[in-house]
């Protein structure tokens, strides 16, 4: 078997579905190619993870669902976004299996919370998380000559980041409370002092008004 992504797409068109298959690349061209197939619009990528038997995974993963299956035919499941993905984090490892990691995208949530700031280019935002290690992912797109895309993906280990000595992000948590950390917990001015997220008028602003701040206090 050929290691692949297990992913859960949702769609604003489909309120109460979610969609759950797997592929052998990246699970954001999966969505778009879902994209093209005619429904109005686009398929979000709300959480994947990187198994070496991703097949026996997406199986197991169906298996436990069967009950809230729209259609046989399909992988569109009637079941509650958070419930999915903690079945698919709390599943346990398959035998033989080596590597597996999971990926919550916090792409929505960080346009909604900081609709000035985020560069245009940013397509997608991700915490990524294996046994050992936090990282965000930032996949930026460009678009050449009117019909290619160049596509930079910008992977941070965000092990540097401390709170009173310990990590902030830590791989022994769930990944969906690293991800509430980064959108909820962490703070602009750390944002624009560790990450590329946000553009460079954006970072000027946010730095002018942390000098001012401590210049007042």
Aim: charged letters at 25%.
């Amino acid at each position: 078997m050929a290691p692949g992504y297990v992913y859960i797409l949702i769609n604003p068109s489909m309120p109460g579905l979610i969609k759950i298959g797997r592929t052998l690349r990246d699970s954001r061209m999966r969505a778009r190619e879902l994209f093209s197939t005619g429904v109005p619009t686009p398929f979000q990528v709300a959480f994947e993870l990187f198994a070496e038997q991703h097949e026996a995974l997406e199986a197991t993963v169906h298996n436990e669902l069967n009950d809230f299956r729209v259609n046989v035919a399909r992988e569109f499941f009637r079941y509650p976004l958070d419930k999915a993905v903690a079945l698919l984090i709390q599943l346990p490892p398959l035998p033989n299996s080596t590597e597996q990691y999971v990926a919550e995208d916090i792409t929505q949530r960080l346009r909604e919370k900081y609709p000035l700031y985020i560069r245009p280019e940013i397509v997608a935002v991700r915490i990524v998380q294996m046994p050992g290690g936090v990282w965000l992912k930032i996949t930026t797109e460009k678009e050449i000559a009117g019909y290619l895309v160049d596509q930079i993906i910008q992977r941070t280990d965000l092990a540097f980041i401390v709170d009173t000595d310990e990590a902030f992000f830590r791989s022994e948590d769930d990944v969906r409370l690293n991800a509430n950390k980064l959108v909820n917990d962490y703070d602009i001015y750390s944002i624009v002092m560790t990450t590329d997220l946000f553009h460079d008028y954006a970072c000027q602003q946010i730095t002018r008004a942390h000098h001012a701040q401590r210049n007042f206090v």
